[in-house]
């Protein structure tokens, strides 16, 4: 956005309700700097109502180059190892090239749906099997060039499962360490446009990250003051394959061994038992849960009567970019 506007339409969401003869004042960075009336609008919106922008809280950008591949009928009977598949022959087949043309699409798309930033939870960093991070920096260029606020969650990626060494497609995601993981970190962070992009830190999932490397990483996040996402328990196997390595499940884990606070942020929790999602928000943990995806998966949605008490704990995030839309995630999310 260029220069300070005042932006008007025939009613705005003032916080509580929809109001008319309200201005938006928006600032040369974008944000909501006030609400006026009476000033002269330097926009004015006919038939329509201004709301603020949506935060869209977990994406895969590239992923978007995977629509409609799994919506073929007939095409048997598939499930999330079988998408993964299609996503790693996905992986495999990117360069830089095109992997920005599918990471701007989908931002592009976010902005025509009213997203106006969004958290990238990026863990596809090579651009082939030498370590180079080469896409990190193609995934803050594509956001810059949509025009969309970013914070890249910039993923930690050590193991192909529990204890299993890296493979196939799953190189292309290979973080080399803690100490190398955050020398990367720094290197983003020199290179972002501050007015629009920031960096989060990231442990892919108890699959991705041992126990101990988890930890690890939340303990610098926290002493670095970033906020801290991971995937728990989209998938009944991986609390199954926890439960034999560690002796507990996922976010049992994780409230035993983090310091859970308001920069910790597990993705998906579909099959989450209630008692561990209390205590893990209670402790002001939050949770980010992506209807559609779960949807075309087939996985189905957390249980979320320990969100409704600490509702403001609870984000959204269009996940695989089947579809870009927030207001198909509200109501599939009532519809569970």
Request: glycine residues 10%; negative net charge; aromatic residues 8%.
């Amino acid at each position: 956005m260029s220069g300070r506007q005042t932006i008007e339409a025939d009613w705005a969401w003032t916080g509580e309700r929809f109001e008319s003869g309200v201005q938006v004042v928006v600032a040369e960075t974008g944000r909501i700097h006030a609400l006026d009336r009476g000033a002269a609008p330097t926009r004015r919106h006919e038939r329509a109502a201004l709301v603020p922008g949506f935060v869209n809280a977990h994406s895969h950008a590239f992923q978007r180059g995977l629509r409609g591949r799994g919506e073929r009928f007939p095409a048997g009977s598939g499930d999330f190892w079988s998408w993964r598949e299609a996503m790693y022959e996905l992986v495999g087949a990117l360069d830089e090239q095109e992997l920005f043309r599918l990471s701007a699409q989908a931002f592009g798309e976010m902005l025509d749906a009213g997203i106006t930033s969004v958290g990238e939870f990026h863990y596809l960093h090579h651009a082939g099997d030498a370590a180079d991070y080469g896409f990190d920096q193609v995934v803050l260029e594509a956001a810059a060039a949509a025009g969309i606020r970013i914070v890249l969650l910039n993923a930690y990626y050590a193991t192909g499962g529990i204890g299993q060494a890296l493979a196939g497609a799953q190189r292309r995601f290979r973080s080399a360490g803690i100490e190398a993981y955050w020398t990367q970190m720094e290197r983003l962070e020199s290179i972002l446009d501050l007015r629009t992009q920031s960096l989060g830190a990231v442990a892919h999932s108890i699959r991705a990250a041992s126990v101990e490397d988890v930890a690890a990483l939340h303990a610098e996040a926290q002493r670095r003051g970033l906020p801290f996402h991971m995937h728990v328990e989209e998938q009944r196997r991986e609390i199954e394959e926890c439960q034999a390595a560690y002796g507990g499940r996922p976010m049992q884990i994780l409230n035993e061994t983090l310091e859970i606070g308001g920069n910790l942020t597990a993705v998906h929790c579909t099959h989450s038992a209630a008692e561990d999602l209390t205590r893990f928000l209670h402790a002001g943990g939050g949770v980010c849960v992506c209807p559609l995806t779960e949807a075309n998966l087939g996985d189905g949605l957390p249980s979320l009567s320990p969100v409704s008490l600490v509702a403001d704990r609870l984000s959204l995030g269009t996940d695989s970019n089947a579809r870009i839309s927030m207001l198909e995630e509200l109501r599939w999310l009532e519809y569970g």
